[in-house]
């Protein structure tokens, strides 16, 4: 499975803007991006997903290189109940399961 | 979005006995769910992948005959934690996928806390 990596933490204040970088730079052609996210003590929830373009929903935007070797994703106005661990996973075809394999992910402190 | 359940939310057992933990799809039909087990401030490690109708697939290093799995239906699915020891305390979270495709996202349960005496 492809490896991703991203910063173990990252600080915003409330109300500005929070970019989550994550490198993926053994991503093949047919891996989707994922993110989610987690609470303490919640099940993961998603976020956003995209494959080559920029995609945009209610929660997020997420911004996908060219090489398709990194991605950000990129919250808008962070708020106190953004404050969560955030995961960059790829999904594929490889396996066949279209398994999730989560690493260490970012975690976001978000400032009053 | 999808909503997956999980029963109990958390449970207290002694050790030496079996707990059982259900994971529910509530709005749509999954025909794959997944098992993962969370450490305090670790990440999920997955344990099992399991499809409505056949055996669970167990990664590497996850004792099948310790943590049975059941797909019985396209709503539901089972963790059993037998012979339960402290080391299996743990946060049990399962996931579903609705739809079959590498872009469809999972749903993941609100995950159950075990804690073995």
């Known amino acids: 499975d492809a490896k991703t990596t991203q910063p173990n933490s990252m600080e915003s204040n409330e109300e500005e803007p929070v970019h989550l970088p994550c490198n993926h730079s053994?991503?093949?052609?047919?891996?989707?991006i994922h993110w989610y996210r987690q609470l303490p003590s919640q099940g993961p929830e998603y976020v956003i997903h995209?494959?080559?373009s920029n995609v945009n929903n209610r929660m997020a935007s997420l911004a996908i290189a060219e090489d398709r070797k990194s991605s950000t994703l990129i919250l808008h106005r962070a708020t106190l109940r953004d404050a969560a661990v955030y995961y960059c996973?790829?999904?594929?075809?490889?396996?066949?399961?279209?398994?999730?394999?989560f690493g260490t992910g970012t975690r976001l402190k978000v400032l009053a | 979005g999808a909503v997956v359940s999980q029963h109990p939310s958390w449970v207290i057992c002694k050790s030496g006995t079996s707990v059982k933990i259900e994971c529910r799809s509530l709005?749509?039909?999954?025909?794959?769910m997944f098992w993962y087990r969370q450490f305090p401030k670790q990440s999920l490690m997955l344990m099992a992948t399991?499809?409505?109708?056949?055996?669970?697939?167990?990664e590497q290093g996850v004792e099948k005959d310790k943590f049975l799995i059941n797909h019985a239906s396209l709503t539901l699915s089972t963790l059993t934690v037998t012979s339960a020891h402290p080391e299996d305390s743990s946060f049990y979270i399962c996931?579903?996928?609705?739809?079959?495709?590498?872009?469809?996202?999972?749903?993941f349960g609100p995950g159950t806390r075990l804690t073995v005496l």
């Open positions: 709005d749509f039909q999954a025909t794959t």
């Open positions: 996931s579903a996928r609705a739809g079959a495709g590498a872009s469809n996202e999972q749903f």
């Open positions: 399991s499809n409505e109708g056949s055996k669970a697939t167990y």
């Open positions: 995209g494959l080559t």
């Open positions: 996973i790829l999904r594929g075809t490889t396996s066949g399961t279209y398994k999730y394999i």
């Open positions: 053994t991503i093949s052609g047919t891996d989707y």
